[in-house]
Protein backbone atom coordinates (compact mmCIF):
# COMPACT_ATOMS: atom_id res chain seq x y z
CA UNK A 1 0.00 0.00 0.00
CA UNK A 2 1.05 3.58 -1.03
CA UNK A 3 2.18 5.63 2.62
CA UNK A 4 -0.61 7.64 1.63
CA UNK A 5 -3.07 4.76 3.18
CA UNK A 6 -0.13 3.78 5.66
CA UNK A 7 -1.41 3.27 9.19
CA UNK A 8 1.39 6.32 10.15
CA UNK A 9 -0.23 8.48 7.38
CA UNK A 10 -4.01 7.70 8.96
CA UNK A 11 -3.03 8.87 12.51
CA UNK A 12 -0.69 11.96 11.17
CA UNK A 13 -3.76 13.42 9.57
CA UNK A 14 -6.02 12.49 12.78
CA UNK A 15 -5.12 15.64 15.13
CA UNK A 16 -8.89 14.90 16.39
CA UNK A 17 -11.19 12.43 16.74
CA UNK A 18 -14.61 12.49 18.06
CA UNK A 19 -17.56 10.73 18.48
CA UNK A 20 -20.35 11.99 16.02
CA UNK A 21 -22.96 9.07 15.53
CA UNK A 22 -25.30 8.24 18.28
CA UNK A 23 -26.45 4.45 17.35
CA UNK A 24 -27.44 2.11 20.07
CA UNK A 25 -25.35 -1.09 20.84
CA UNK A 26 -28.04 -4.21 19.69
CA UNK A 27 -27.27 -6.67 22.14
CA UNK A 28 -28.46 -9.35 19.98
CA UNK A 29 -26.05 -9.05 16.90
CA UNK A 30 -23.48 -9.06 19.59
CA UNK A 31 -24.20 -12.58 20.63
CA UNK A 32 -24.88 -13.73 16.67
CA UNK A 33 -21.53 -12.41 15.92
CA UNK A 34 -20.43 -14.53 19.22
CA UNK A 35 -22.04 -18.02 17.98
CA UNK A 36 -21.01 -17.29 13.94
CA UNK A 37 -17.91 -15.64 14.59
CA UNK A 38 -18.84 -13.19 11.48
CA UNK A 39 -19.90 -9.51 11.66
CA UNK A 40 -23.95 -9.21 11.52
CA UNK A 41 -24.72 -6.24 10.15
CA UNK A 42 -27.78 -4.19 10.78
CA UNK A 43 -27.86 -1.57 8.41
CA UNK A 44 -25.90 -2.89 4.81
CA UNK A 45 -26.28 -6.26 3.27
CA UNK A 46 -24.06 -9.22 4.17
CA UNK A 47 -22.34 -8.29 1.14
CA UNK A 48 -22.24 -4.56 1.48
CA UNK A 49 -20.80 -5.24 4.84
CA UNK A 50 -18.21 -7.41 3.41
CA UNK A 51 -17.04 -4.57 0.64
CA UNK A 52 -17.20 -2.56 4.07
CA UNK A 53 -14.83 -4.85 6.46
CA UNK A 54 -12.20 -5.36 3.20
CA UNK A 55 -12.22 -1.57 2.59
CA UNK A 56 -11.42 -0.02 6.31
CA UNK A 57 -9.22 -3.36 6.91
CA UNK A 58 -6.78 -1.75 4.01
CA UNK A 59 -7.03 1.93 5.89
CA UNK A 60 -6.15 1.24 8.99
CA UNK A 61 -4.49 -2.46 8.66
CA UNK A 62 -3.54 -5.01 11.15
CA UNK A 63 0.42 -4.89 11.31
CA UNK A 64 3.69 -4.83 13.29
CA UNK A 65 2.40 -1.78 15.33
CA UNK A 66 -0.70 -3.82 16.56
CA UNK A 67 -4.42 -4.31 15.95
CA UNK A 68 -6.25 -2.04 12.96
CA UNK A 69 -9.63 -1.65 11.59
CA UNK A 70 -10.87 -5.10 11.73
CA UNK A 71 -9.67 -5.66 14.87
CA UNK A 72 -11.81 -2.27 16.64
CA UNK A 73 -14.83 -3.06 15.06
CA UNK A 74 -15.17 -0.12 12.59
CA UNK A 75 -17.32 -1.75 9.88
CA UNK A 76 -19.70 -2.38 12.61
CA UNK A 77 -19.56 1.19 13.82
CA UNK A 78 -20.00 2.72 10.28
CA UNK A 79 -23.17 0.05 9.70
CA UNK A 80 -24.70 0.87 12.83
CA UNK A 81 -24.12 4.66 12.14
CA UNK A 82 -26.07 4.55 8.50
CA UNK A 83 -28.79 4.29 10.27
CA UNK A 84 -29.04 6.86 12.39
CA UNK A 85 -26.37 10.29 12.61
CA UNK A 86 -24.73 8.93 9.20
CA UNK A 87 -27.82 7.98 7.13
CA UNK A 88 -27.49 10.45 4.39
CA UNK A 89 -24.26 8.75 3.25
CA UNK A 90 -26.33 5.56 2.86
CA UNK A 91 -26.61 5.52 -0.64
CA UNK A 92 -23.23 7.28 -1.47
CA UNK A 93 -22.29 3.60 0.71
CA UNK A 94 -24.30 1.61 -1.62
CA UNK A 95 -23.96 2.73 -4.92
CA UNK A 96 -20.21 3.43 -3.90
CA UNK A 97 -19.40 -0.43 -3.14
CA UNK A 98 -21.41 -1.35 -6.73
CA UNK A 99 -18.99 1.16 -8.56
CA UNK A 100 -15.71 -0.48 -6.87
CA UNK A 101 -16.79 -3.76 -7.40
CA UNK A 102 -17.00 -3.10 -10.80
CA UNK A 103 -14.25 -1.17 -11.05
CA UNK A 104 -12.22 -3.91 -8.92
CA UNK A 105 -13.61 -6.62 -11.51
CA UNK A 106 -12.89 -4.44 -14.31
CA UNK A 107 -9.10 -4.37 -13.74
CA UNK A 108 -8.26 -7.43 -11.44
CA UNK A 109 -11.14 -9.67 -12.36
CA UNK A 110 -12.93 -10.69 -8.59
CA UNK A 111 -14.86 -8.22 -6.56
CA UNK A 112 -13.06 -5.68 -3.89
CA UNK A 113 -13.34 -8.40 -0.89
CA UNK A 114 -11.53 -11.65 -2.85
CA UNK A 115 -8.07 -9.96 -4.52
CA UNK A 116 -4.96 -10.28 -2.31
CA UNK A 117 -3.78 -7.29 -0.47
CA UNK A 118 -1.86 -5.63 -2.63
CA UNK A 119 -4.64 -5.37 -5.29
CA UNK A 120 -6.86 -4.05 -2.59
CA UNK A 121 -4.36 -1.32 -1.45
CA UNK A 122 -3.84 -0.19 -5.53
CA UNK A 123 -7.63 -0.20 -6.24
CA UNK A 124 -7.87 2.10 -3.34
CA UNK A 125 -4.83 4.23 -4.20
CA UNK A 126 -6.39 4.66 -8.09
CA UNK A 127 -9.71 5.95 -5.63
CA UNK A 128 -7.69 8.37 -3.66
CA UNK A 129 -5.93 9.11 -6.70
CA UNK A 130 -9.13 9.85 -8.36
CA UNK A 131 -8.05 7.49 -11.54
CA UNK A 132 -11.01 5.07 -10.84
CA UNK A 133 -13.57 5.35 -12.83
CA UNK A 134 -17.25 4.76 -12.76
CA UNK A 135 -18.47 6.27 -9.70
CA UNK A 136 -20.47 9.68 -9.61
CA UNK A 137 -19.43 12.43 -8.75
CA UNK A 138 -15.85 10.66 -8.80
CA UNK A 139 -13.85 8.31 -6.77
CA UNK A 140 -11.40 10.20 -5.02
CA UNK A 141 -15.12 11.41 -3.01
CA UNK A 142 -16.29 8.19 -2.28
CA UNK A 143 -12.99 7.38 -0.68
CA UNK A 144 -12.63 10.58 1.51
CA UNK A 145 -16.23 9.82 3.58
CA UNK A 146 -15.07 6.21 3.85
CA UNK A 147 -11.83 7.57 5.28
CA UNK A 148 -13.39 9.56 7.53
CA UNK A 149 -16.13 7.37 8.75
CA UNK A 150 -12.84 4.94 9.25
CA UNK A 151 -11.25 7.32 11.48
CA UNK A 152 -14.26 8.05 13.39
CA UNK A 153 -14.57 4.48 13.85
CA UNK A 154 -11.67 3.73 15.11
CA UNK A 155 -11.01 6.57 17.15
CA UNK A 156 -14.39 7.62 18.80
CA UNK A 157 -15.94 6.47 22.28
CA UNK A 158 -16.79 2.88 22.08
CA UNK A 159 -20.24 3.30 22.84
CA UNK A 160 -20.80 4.22 19.13
CA UNK A 161 -19.60 0.96 18.18
CA UNK A 162 -16.09 0.60 16.85
CA UNK A 163 -12.97 1.68 19.48
CA UNK A 164 -13.42 -2.00 20.54
CA UNK A 165 -11.77 -2.89 23.79
CA UNK A 166 -10.14 0.75 23.26
CA UNK A 167 -7.80 -0.01 20.73
CA UNK A 168 -7.84 2.95 18.73
CA UNK A 169 -7.12 4.92 22.22
CA UNK A 170 -4.21 2.97 22.74
CA UNK A 171 -2.82 3.10 19.27
CA UNK A 172 -2.96 6.87 20.03
CA UNK A 173 -1.73 6.57 23.81
CA UNK A 174 -5.10 8.62 25.02
CA UNK A 175 -5.42 7.90 28.78
CA UNK A 176 -9.64 7.59 28.25
CA UNK A 177 -11.77 10.45 29.31
CA UNK A 178 -11.94 12.39 32.03
CA UNK A 179 -14.30 15.18 33.71
CA UNK A 180 -11.85 17.25 35.43
CA UNK A 181 -8.45 17.64 34.79
CA UNK A 182 -6.48 18.02 38.34
CA UNK A 183 -2.53 20.11 38.05
CA UNK A 184 -1.00 16.17 37.83
CA UNK A 185 -2.77 15.69 34.94
CA UNK A 186 -1.38 18.62 33.37
CA UNK A 187 2.50 17.30 34.09
CA UNK A 188 4.28 17.15 31.17
CA UNK A 189 7.19 15.07 32.49
CA UNK A 190 5.38 12.10 32.40
CA UNK A 191 2.12 10.12 30.79
CA UNK A 192 -1.22 10.33 32.78
CA UNK A 193 -2.50 6.76 34.03
CA UNK A 194 -4.35 5.17 31.28
CA UNK A 195 -8.21 5.19 32.30
CA UNK A 196 -10.40 3.78 29.59
CA UNK A 197 -13.66 3.60 30.11
CA UNK A 198 -17.08 5.05 27.92
CA UNK A 199 -17.76 8.40 28.56
CA UNK A 200 -21.24 6.81 28.77
CA UNK A 201 -19.83 4.99 32.31
CA UNK A 202 -19.25 8.34 33.96
CA UNK A 203 -22.49 8.84 36.19
CA UNK A 204 -23.35 12.14 34.79
CA UNK A 205 -24.13 10.21 31.39
CA UNK A 206 -25.92 6.94 32.66
CA UNK A 207 -29.53 8.39 32.03
CA UNK A 208 -27.91 8.88 28.20
CA UNK A 209 -26.18 5.04 28.37
CA UNK A 210 -29.72 3.49 29.15
CA UNK A 211 -31.66 5.40 26.62
CA UNK A 212 -29.19 4.67 24.34
CA UNK A 213 -28.80 0.58 24.87
CA UNK A 214 -33.03 0.74 24.99
CA UNK A 215 -32.92 2.44 21.61
CA UNK A 216 -34.53 5.30 22.21
Do not use: C
Not at 185 to 190: E, G, N, T
Not at 210 to 215: A, I, P, V, W
Amino acid sequence: MTNRLSRREMLKRTAVAGAVAAVPLRQRNVRAEQHSGQPVFETLTQGEGKTLSAVVARLIPTDENGPGATEAKVARYIDRALSGSLISSLGTYRQGFVALNRYAESIHGSQFSDLPIEAQDQVLSDLEDDTATGFSPNASSFFEVVRSHTIQGMFSDPAYGGNDDFIGWELLGYPGVRTSVTADLQRMDSAPTARQISAYDFPAFADLKTRRTNGR
